[in-house]
């Protein structure tokens, strides 16, 4: 079964930094391209980072560029979500997504607050 596990999330001050790390399992890890997206009250679920299945291709929102780095390590089939220079607007929830052909694939999420 393919199963997205999150965590990292919490409580930050602006400016502040946290990382973000998604444990997948039940597919072929290193062949998968993987996303993060993010869902803030009363707003659309949004895509926030996309890397491809060796790393090699980065994708951001131009919301995150510059603050957010997504990256991966296939030998742990793990990704990750660097996030610095957060802001109360990055307040969301914080899912992991795996694209399959005919499924999307989600985690549980992971809480980021940005407030002081």
């Known amino acids: 079964q393919v199963q997205l596990v999150e965590s990292g999330g919490g409580l930050v001050q602006p400016g502040g930094s946290l990382r973000l790390s998604c444990a997948a399992s039940g597919f072929i890890f290193s062949s998968a391209a993987m996303n993060w997206y993010r869902q803030a009250p009363g707003k659309e679920r949004e895509l926030v980072a996309a890397i491809t299945n060796t790393g090699g291709i980065t994708n951001y929102a131009d919301s995150v560029k510059g603050r957010f780095t997504v990256s991966r390590d296939n030998a742990k089939n793990t990704v990750y979500l660097q996030m610095n220079g957060l802001k109360p607007e990055d307040t969301a929830v914080y899912f992991c997504?795996?694209?399959?052909?005919?499924?999307?694939?989600w985690g549980q999420g992971t809480q980021v607050t940005v407030s002081s």
């Open positions: 997504n795996y694209h399959a052909t005919y499924i999307n694939y």
